[in-house]
């Protein structure tokens, strides 16, 4: 859990924007724009895969959530979790299975997919529109498929702080700011923003990339070993 509260990461963006007050509560429907480019920033931090085309991938352990939904006979689907990013697994509890993901068009290619003489327990699934598809269609009522999956962190309020590890709270202050100058057109500013969240976010990527290391596979002698050679 991140130590800023979403009141204080709006002060620090606010002070990086020279402690200017307007944007607090803007125009006629009082728009909190610091409020807004924080939650921004922080949503985009968790679910990006290439932060500012740096293609550093985090996949951070406290999103990887999971939930269950039970079929219904005749129905080909159960409904997407609402806080769903990308579905990991869908896995037939009742049966203790686990299903086949499969293309969207594959399935549509199913010509027993509305034909209620081929229901049965599903082997597969695949999504669309805001819902999972199985196939074959669920033929039981009341079957539990638990779905394992990324979750999108819900916004900041008051005195809430971020899901993820206070390493990241610097990061999410300086995105937000980024956030900031570029919607003020201040574009030199945005560009300096820029290079400094890369260079925070290339120092963070480290904590990752040792547990990585931890593997065995990064322990084994290369190639080049020769046993009983003494290397000096």
Known sequence: ??????????????????????????????????????????????????????????????????TTATTTDGTAYVADPSDVVAVRTVYDTTNNRELDQIPWKKYLGYTDRTTSASEGDATEWTRASGYIYLHPTPGTTGDTLTIYYKKRPASLTGSTSTVIGSEWDDLIVALAAYKGFRFLGDLEAAKATREECIEILAGLMGIYNDEEKSSAQNWQPGPGYIPGRSWR
Do not use: P
């Open 1 to 66: 859990m991140g130590d800023l509260t979403y009141t204080e990461f709006k002060e620090a963006v606010k002070l990086r924007h020279g402690g200017r007050t307007d944007m607090d509560s803007w125009g006629t429907s009082a728009i909190d724009y610091y409020g807004q480019w924080v939650n921004s920033a922080y949503r985009q931090l968790c679910v990006s895969n290439n932060l500012f085309g740096t293609k550093y991938r985090v996949n951070f352990r406290e999103l990887e959530t999971s």
